[in-house]
């Protein structure tokens, strides 16, 4: 099993920056990516930055605002939110994709979710 624990949510006016954190924990042999989505209300989860090491990629609406990093360490994904507008706001999860062992299979996990509220 593997835990992800995210931190950095809040409220902000539009304009400012937000940081969010995950770290992962537990059973980990390797990790292949990890990576933030977010859900606004009546609205699907979306992708909104991924890394896995060799490449990052980000979604069009965030582009030159966010920026995704990784301390392989602590196994800890990091997203830098600049710029931040109202409709940013959404529950932001952490998203990790795992090898228990060298044979496993790779497996995803999500962390809990983070509010993010930004204010106009």
């Known amino acids: 099993q593997v835990r992800l624990v995210e931190s950095g949510g809040g409220l902000v006016q539009a304009g400012g920056s937000l940081r969010l954190s995950c770290a992962a924990s537990?059973?980990?042999?390797?990790?292949?990516?990890m990576g933030w989505y977010r859900q606004a209300p009546g609205k699907q989860r979306e992708l909104v930055a991924i890394?896995?090491?060799?490449?990052?990629n980000y979604a069009d609406s965030v582009k030159g605002r966010f920026i995704i990093s990784r301390d392989n360490a602590k196994n800890t994904v990091y997203l830098q939110m600049n710029s931040l507008k109202p409709e940013d706001t959404a529950v932001y999860y952490c998203?990790?994709?795992?090898?228990?062992?060298?044979?496993?299979?790779?497996?995803?996990?999500w962390g809990q979710g983070t509010q993010v509220t930004v204010s106009s």
């Open positions: 537990g059973s980990i042999f390797s990790i292949n990516a």
């Open positions: 998203n990790t994709v795992v090898k228990h062992s060298a044979s496993s299979a790779p497996y995803g996990y």
């Open positions: 890394t896995t090491g060799d490449s990052t």
